[in-house]
C-alpha cells in the first residue's frame, strides 16, 4: 500500500467518525499501518471539517515523522503502542464519543446487551486511569485489551474510547457500535434494569451471524 493510499484511507475513516458524530473539533484521533511498519495518523489540532487527506501525518512505528506537513497527533504514543503490541491490529480508532465517555467517567464496564454490543467481541473494560497524550496512555490500554484477546474496545478513565480492529473499516464501524450500544445502556438503565444476554445467548449470535457471513 502507498502512503497516498494509506492516508487515503485514514482520511475516509475520519470523516465517516466525523459525519456519524463521534469525533468533533480536533478530538479524536485514527491511524492504520502498512505490512512495512509505516503508520498514517491524523494531525494534531486540525479541525476534522477543515482537514484533507494531505494533512494526515506518516510516521514509523516510534513515533518519528516520515512524511507531513503537521505535527501527528499528540496520541500518536498510543497508536503506536497498540499497533505494535497487539497482533493483528492494522487500525485504531481513539473518539470522545459522548455515551462513551459517559461510562469511561463513571469507571464502568460495558457488557454485551443487545446486538450492537457484540462488536467489541466482549465486555468493554474501563483501563486504569493515564493523562491523556502520555505514553502510559497506551500502556493501560494496552493492558485492558490483553487481558481478553480478540477484544476490540476499551475505555480509557474519565477519557474516552479506543477501539482496534485488523483494517480501518471495522474499526471505524466497530467505534460506531460501541457508542450506540453505550447510549442503548445508558438509556435502558434510566427506564429500568437492562437484562442481561447470557455466555450461552452471546455464542449462539456468534455462531448465527458466522453461518450468515459463510452463506453468502
Ligand atoms: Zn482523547
Not at 445508558?186 to 452463506?215: C, H, K, M, N
Request: aromatic content about 6%.
Amino acid at each position: 500500500m502507498t502512503f497516498i493510499e494509506l492516508k487515503q484511507a485514514v482520511y475516509e475513516a475520519t470523516m465517516a467518525l466525523y459525519h456519524a458524530g463521534l469525533i468533533r473539533m480536533s478530538a479524536g484521533n485514527v491511524s492504520a499501518r502498512d505490512d512495512d511498519g509505516h503508520v498514517a495518523i491524523t494531525p494534531g489540532g486540525v479541525l476534522y471539517d477543515r482537514m484533507s487527506v494531505d494533512d494526515i501525518v506518516i510516521v514509523d512505528l516510534e513515533g518519528n515523522v516520515i512524511e507531513g506537513q503537521h505535527r501527528p497527533s499528540s496520541e500518536t504514543p498510543m497508536h503506536t503502542t497498540l499497533l505494535k503490541g497487539l497482533p493483528g491490529c492494522g487500525a485504531v480508532v481513539h473518539t470522545h464519543s459522548i455515551y462513551a465517555i459517559t461510562f469511561a467517567v463513571l469507571g464502568e464496564a460495558l457488557p454485551p446487551l443487545c446486538t450492537e454490543g457484540l462488536a467489541a467481541r466482549g465486555t468493554v473494560p474501563v483501563a486504569r486511569y493515564a493523562p491523556p497524550g502520555t505514553p502510559q496512555a497506551g500502556e493501560v490500554a494496552l493492558e485492558a485489551l490483553q487481558a481478553t484477546p480478540g477484544l476490540r474496545a476499551v475505555l480509557l478513565r474519565n477519557h474516552g474510547l479506543v477501539v482496534v480492529a485488523p483494517d480501518l473499516e471495522t474499526a471505524w464501524q466497530t467505534a460506531y457500535k460501541v457508542e450506540i450500544h453505550a447510549q442503548i445502556t445508558y438509556q435502558a438503565r434510566q427506564l429500568g434494569t437492562p437484562i442481561p444476554l447470557s455466555d450461552e445467548q452471546i455464542a449462539e449470535l456468534f455462531r448465527v451471524y458466522r453461518s450468515v457471513r459463510e452463506a453468502r
